[in-house]
């Protein structure tokens, strides 16, 4: 999934409870809220990650 789906994904599972899951893509699956969270979890992991690295090689190079 691409950031963009997850994101659209927890927008229609956290606002349209009383529409049900029928607006989600994700609803094909079996388990979809658990694995719509594992997406997020993976996505927010490897953002983390990015970032860290990111700033990491700003300060080495403020640091020279």
């Known amino acids: ?3 963009k789906e997850i994101v ?5 599972c ?4 009383d529409k049900g899951c029928g607006l989600c893509p994700q609803m ?3 388990r979809c809220t658990e ?7 993976t996505m927010i992991e490897r953002l983390t ?3 860290a690295k990111a700033e990491a090689e700003r300060d ?3 640091a020279d």
């Open 28 to 30: 094909k699956y079996v």
């Open 8 to 12: 659209q994904a927890l927008r229609i």
């Open 35 to 41: 694995r719509l969270a594992d997406e997020a979890i």
């Open 1 to 3: 999934m691409t950031g």
């Open 49 to 51: 990650a990015e970032n």
């Open 14 to 17: 956290a606002t349209h409870k």
């Open 60 to 62: 080495a190079a403020l």
